[in-house]
């Protein structure tokens, strides 16, 4: 088995692997041949692993300015699938896939669903976005091939994804962490015990979660919650998965994928165990094989073997897009640290809001959390002011001795912020019409 197989191994394997990869795309894709001529490279010249950093990077301007099809290395009568980036933020970025593609991605994801402690027989709740997104239809073959049953019930509707719960009793439940929550929430809310259902296993994903969130969510549920992380770009959910036993970081799928990890500024390698952006070359893919693509993602890597016995490279968790990195006067921070102290305040629900201010010339940060409900119940109108007041002292001090953070804290009563039903919205930034968010506050 390729997961724990000696490192010498796995690396030959890639090798070999990557330099047909070049090879291709060289033959079939005008766009890499001419920025390999560019650099004096040739396929000849990968001979070794290490080989690859003579390559130059792929971005997400790239593909969009490739928009649709021009990245692709095989005809349009060989694609069976495209999939597509939302292009919120510009052109979407176009992905499409061979019948070998489709099959090798729901071989990875089967994989990843039996690393997380999923097994044939299981029943799969897969509230991913089913669509152009990847998600859902990702972790729907990965879930047929291994066996599963799967419920392509798709993101949104909370009521009838609580009412399937109930009735089909599914093991596994697929979606993003936030989604999770407010499922869960909402069972509470109409009598339910979000501890008692069928479920055994969480794979959650498409969106940063510190693992303070993973205990919020494994407590109410009572279940595993394990990690999933994948880009269309890449292939889509499934690059790597956090296993059942260990927990502590997600095996890539280094038969498909080669890692690397640079410094997003100077563009040179980190050491392992340091943190920068993610960049992947697809070993396998035969429509749209990417060479060196810049994640944006920020993490480290390790290839100290497992305690589930893997020996693939794991990656840690996500702390976050360098897009969504805060910088403000001069200290950068991403959301994923703020909830990382945050979600530790026993007071305060599992949501939370970043709002960026700027006052005349100055910005300023806002975090908008939500007191817990129960606590919300039991403390008399009286009492609440003052309660209020000391929790958000305690916060502020938080953030600024851990985040080094001076940022105004504002409490809300429970179920007021946004509830997710797909990726989370962490950051509101009001910098540009400067105008402050109409929600409540209670201080
Ligand atoms: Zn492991």
């Excluded at 952006?277 to 810049?294: D, G, N, Q």
């Excluded at 002011?385 to 953030?399: D, N, S, V």
Aim: contains cysteine; negative net charge.
């Amino acid at each position: 088995m390729i997961e724990s197989a000696d490192r010498s191994i796995i690396q030959h394997r890639q090798l070999q692997d990557l330099k047909h990869t070049i090879n291709r795309v060289y033959q079939n894709v005008p766009f890499y041949k001419k920025r390999f001529l560019e650099q004096n490279i040739t396929p000849q010249n990968i001979q070794c692993l290490e080989d690859v950093q003579k390559l130059p990077f792929t971005t997400k301007k790239d593909l969009r300015d490739h928009y649709p099809f021009s990245l692709f290395a095989v005809e349009q009568k060989e694609l069976v699938r495209l999939h597509a980036s939302s292009g919120t933020s510009g052109k979407p970025t176009v992905v499409g896939y061979t019948k070998k593609d489709i099959e090798d991605w729901a071989a990875i994801v089967a994989r990843a669903i039996l690393i997380a402690g999923g097994k044939p027989g299981d029943m799969l709740q897969n509230a991913y976005g089913y669509g152009l997104f990847t998600g859902g239809l990702g972790l729907h073959y990965g879930g047929e091939n291994l066996g599963v049953t799967v419920i392509p019930i798709s993101g949104g509707n909370t009521d009838r994804q609580i009412q399937i719960i109930q009735d089909f009793q599914p093991t596994i439940l697929c979606s993003t962490p936030s989604y999770a929550i407010n499922i869960g929430e909402k069972m509470i809310e109409q009598g339910m015990n979000p501890r008692e259902t069928s479920l055994k296993i969480g794979i959650f994903g498409a969106e940063p979660w510190s693992d303070e969130m993973r205990r919020k969510i494994e407590e109410l549920f009572q279940i595993k919650a394990c990690d999933i992380y994948g880009l269309s770009e890449v292939v889509g959910p499934g690059v790597a998965m956090e296993c059942y036993e260990g927990q502590n970081g997600l095996h890539i799928a280094e038969d498909h994928f080669l890692v690397e990890v640079i410094d997003p500024e100077t563009l040179k390698p980190v050491p392992e165990g340091t943190e920068g952006e993610l960049v992947f070359t697809s070993l396998k893919k035969e429509a749209l094989p990417i060479i060196r693509y810049r994640t944006g993602d920020i993490a480290s890597i390790s290839t100290e073997k497992c305690i589930c016995g893997r020996t693939t490279t794991r990656m840690s968790r996500i702390k976050g897009r360098i897009d969504d990195m805060i910088i403000i006067r001069g200290v950068n921070i991403f959301p994923s640290e703020i909830e990382h102290h945050l979600i530790k305040i026993k007071e305060i629900a599992p949501h939370y809001q970043v709002h960026l201010l700027r006052n005349s010339s100055l910005d300023e940060i806002e975090l908008h959390v939500e007191i817990n409900e129960e606590l919300f119940q039991q403390t008399s109108q009286n009492l609440l002011h003052p309660m209020i007041t000391t929790l958000q002292a305690e916060i502020y001090e938080k953030m600024k001795s851990n985040c080094l953070m001076s940022m105004n804290i504002k409490i809300h009563p429970p179920k007021e912020l946004p509830r997710s039903e797909g990726k989370a919205i962490r950051i509101v930034d009001h910098r540009k019409k400067c105008m402050k968010g109409d929600q409540h506050e209670l201080c």
